[in-house]
């Protein structure tokens, strides 16, 4: 082969290598910041920014609101937000903090990094109430308090009592269990990431699937509208609505790893979306006006 052929070959293949190159890093920039597209009637918009790893949100009376940024090694923290905007640490040194609840005049939180406490925050004071291995969801009420372990294959769901201390072990063997919710009709809920799958508690112990064919679901909230399922997908996750009647909706889609949505206290609904570090506001479809006689 000729000098000339030879060289020819090579330009050919550098062109070809640098197309690639260059249509994939299109490509997953496309994914990166392709804006957010919410169902029709729905807005959506943007409400704080540069809020790193945000995962789990939790509104206060004074209309504030308290974000998780799960970073880890000790780099995490609990953000309080104002309503104004200003921003103040409540905690900091965590490892992934995650889960949030209301419970006991002030709220648990829960931490992903390993063994670590889930512990209560009341008035500035943190006081740890038991341990757990990658601890991600939580649901409080009553006397309990239900946590769950974000593990492969050995996760577990525990229930914790305020008035002895004890901690049950309710369930165990379960594979990337994230997200807990209590729904109408009174079914603890929780999700197994890898298995794409929202589970119901039951009292026989086969904990039935109630949803299936999901994209790696992690947090739940139930409320008058259905059960709301986020995916924590890098790219192209979605926001989605389980209607009371069991249909399905996309509410928003091109997501970057949504976390924890919480309801606003006016008919909407906060959303955190760790992959870029920021919280929207959610805002449904307005109602028709009644008619007048």
């Known amino acids: ?9 090579t330009r050919i293949v550098l062109t070809a290598t ?71 640490v409540l905690v900091d040194k965590l490892s992934k903090p995650d889960g949030m609840v209301a419970a006991r005049g002030g709220w648990v939180f829960s931490q992903e990094g390993g063994l670590a406490p889930v512990s209560l925050a009341v008035d500035g004071h943190v006081t740890p109430l038991f341990e757990g291995i990658a601890v991600q969801g939580l649901w409080n009420e009553g006397n309990h308090l239900f946590a769950i372990e ?11 009592d305020w008035r002895s201390g004890q901690v049950d072990v309710l369930r165990a063997g379960l594979t990337e269990a ?6 109408g009709g009174g079914r603890l809920l929780y999700t197994e990431k ?21 994209n790696n679901p992690t947090f739940l909230f139930c409320d008058q509208r259905g059960l709301w399922i986020s995916e924590d997908n890098t790219h192209r996750a979605r926001l989605l609505r389980i209607k009371p009647d069991g ?25 955190a979306e760790g992959g870029r570090d920021r919280v929207l506001h959610l805002t449904p479809p307005a109602q028709p006006a009644a008619a007048s006689n």
């Not at 009637?41 to 704080?48: A, D, I, K």
């Not at 890898?194 to 009292?203: I, N, P, T, W």
């Not at 949504?258 to 906060?270: K, L």
């Open 1 to 9: 082969m000729s000098i000339f052929l030879r060289t020819r070959s």
């Open 18 to 88: 640098t197309g690639l190159v260059v249509a994939t890093l299109g490509f997953f920039a496309w994914q990166s910041f392709y804006p957010v597209q919410a169902a029709s009637g729905w807005q959506v918009e943007v409400v704080h920014r540069n809020v790193d790893k945000a995962a789990s949100l939790l509104p206060q009376a004074d209309g504030s609101l308290l974000v998780s940024q799960e970073l880890d090694d000790g780099r995490g923290s609990i953000l309080k937000i104002a309503a104004d905007g200003e921003r103040e």
């Open 150 to 160: 974000d593990r492969k294959g050995d996760g577990r769901l525990l229930r914790y």
């Open 178 to 183: 994230e997200g807990l919710t209590r729904c």
């Open 194 to 214: 890898a298995e794409g799958q929202v589970r119901a508690l039951s009292k026989d112990g086969k904990d039935p699937v109630v949803i299936d064919g999901l």
């Open 247 to 271: 249909t399905r909706q996309t509410v928003l889609s091109f997501l970057k790893a949504p976390q924890s949505i919480v309801a606003d206290g006016s008919g909407g609904y906060w959303l």
